[in-house]
């Protein structure tokens, strides 16, 4: 991979990882169109460690949010009296939310890196998804707030983000949708699935960058994989704070119109032969 491919990516990788329009997906469907092989352990895990750029964006957006949340969940675990904090409360729910990812992201790993590569999953997921989103905007009452956040959502939505381990549904669209079918409202909603993202990719990238040093070096390369990550953690800081304005204003469904569009032309590309599923 040369630096102005991974460029592309790291700006590809920052601007969609927190829309609702698949991340990964995007990835798949860029790498390919680049003539890399999707199927490659390192192309696999150099999609995974970029993601923690991304991640690194959220936290130095949200750093305020966190440092709070950590504070007060330190000082509950040494003082009962803490405990009765919102902030203690909402600390465990992230901690809670984040667990369901990463049994299922360990357990499904090889599935995950394997057949879900494939870009007619793609195609599906962000056909299917983009009808669960518009439900969600339509039913979802949007009267409640983050401070009424419960344990039951926090697991909900945390159960409801691993569907985003499918190329095309989305993280952001999959824990979103879940906390509008749960009354919440879509700033609450989305700064929980930006709360929940923080641990889940992290782990993610940690894992891959551990445990398949070996690939990236051999493939991809180390240098163009840090080039990229730098590169979505500054792109991610803009579109972290592109969103919320978003979704302060508008419904998820403006999204929609430009998943099933992709969707339409990736099938197209796929039918004709310009590219191959895998």
């Not at 939505?157 to 549904?169: F, Y």
């Amino acid at each position: 991979m040369n630096f102005w491919q991974a460029i592309l990516l790291g700006v590809v990788e920052g601007i969609t990882e927190f829309l609702p329009v698949s991340s990964t997906g995007h990835l798949t469907i860029v790498e390919k169109l680049l003539g890399l092989s999707v199927d490659d352990r390192g192309v696999t895990a150099f999609t995974a460690v970029i993601q923690v750029g991304a991640i690194l964006g959220s936290i130095v957006y949200f750093r305020a949010d966190i440092v709070r949340l950590a504070a007060a969940w330190f000082r509950g675990l040494a003082d009962k009296g803490a405990r009765a904090e919102r902030d203690y409360k909402m600390a465990w729910l992230v901690i809670a939310g984040s667990i369901p990812i990463g049994i299922v992201g360990l357990l499904a790993r090889d599935l995950i890196t394997g057949p879900l590569r494939s870009l007619w999953f793609v195609v599906g997921g962000l056909v299917v998804w983009s009808f669960v989103m518009i439900l969600a905007e339509r039913v979802g009452r949007q009267d409640r707030g983050e401070e009424s956040l419960t344990l039951k959502d926090s697991l909900v939505v945390g159960v409801v983000q691993c569907l985003a381990l499918v190329p095309g549904v989305s993280r952001s669209g999959a824990t979103i949708s879940a906390g509008l079918f749960r009354g919440l409202d879509r700033v609450s909603a989305t700064r929980l699935a930006f709360f929940l993202a923080i641990p889940a990719l992290t782990a993610a990238g940690v894992f891959e960058a551990v445990g398949s040093a070996d690939d990236i070096a051999s493939s991809v390369g180390w240098a163009p994989t840090i080039v990229a990550t730098v590169v979505s953690l500054v792109v991610a800081l803009a579109a972290i704070a592109w969103l919320l304005r978003i979704v302060a204003k508008f419904p998820i469904t403006v999204f929609v119109a430009y998943r099933l569009v992709l969707a339409v032309v990736v099938a197209v590309l796929l039918l004709t032969g310009v590219v191959d599923a895998r």
